[in-house]
């Protein structure tokens, strides 16, 4: 990637480029939840596991992949008690902060 550089940053019309293994500072993060499954499933408790989801998801969608989980999520706060959400009822939105542009690329391997 980096004998890319000089073209990249060329064609992009930007100064440097900076590689990082954490980049957690530079993402804004969000979960969303699937209102068409959510509502039927939970009825009138259904804002309460949004608002639940929205409280909870800074710390949660730092590990989660882009798009849907693999995996079920749960979460805390709805009625007191534990919710666990199916992988098509959350989308994981990850986003640069403002000012930045990001991208990621797997692991060259030989």
Do not use: C
């Not at 064609?11 to 530079?26: P, R, V």
């Amino acid at each position: 990637m980096k004998d890319l550089e000089p073209q990249i940053i060329e064609e992009l019309n930007i100064k440097t480029i900076e590689y990082s293994q954490d980049i957690t500072a530079l993402l804004e993060l969000g979960v969303s939840a699937n209102a068409k499954k959510i509502g039927p499933r939970f009825g009138k408790d259904a804002q309460k596991v949004f608002g639940a989801l929205k409280s909870s998801h800074r710390q949660r969608s730092r590990r989660l992949p882009r798009g849907h989980p693999t995996r079920p999520l749960s979460i805390d706060g709805v009625e007191g008690g534990k919710v666990t959400l199916a992988p098509d009822e959350v989308t994981v939105r990850k986003a640069a902060v403002k000012g930045w542009s990001s991208a990621t690329a797997a692991a060259l391997r030989s």
